[in-house]
């Protein structure tokens, strides 16, 4: 598992994963003209201080709101995995129905 991934997106790299050397060579070429373009797109960055920077990853992190940041990470978790749960569950359904 990797953490910061949505489930969607864990499902994405588990398949990457298992790509033949030549396919995944040219997934890698695909993704890297990908963020060439986006990176061109973005606008600029603005420089922030060490402090700033402490700051929002503390935010991010749950580190400055003690264990609500933590508890907020696994609730989402637990609703990404009911919504994966749930669809797995209707498209077993459908396909029991034929």
Known sequence: MVWGMSTKAQAIWEEIQGLPPAELRELWQQ?????????????????????????ALDEVTGCAAGSSGLQRLLDDRRRDRERDEAYLEARKQERARG
Do not use: H, W
Request: glycine fraction near 4%.
């Open 31 to 55: 993704i890297n003209r990908m963020a060439a373009e986006t990176k061109t797109l973005d606008a600029p960055t603005a420089r922030v201080s060490d402090g700033e920077f402490e700051a």
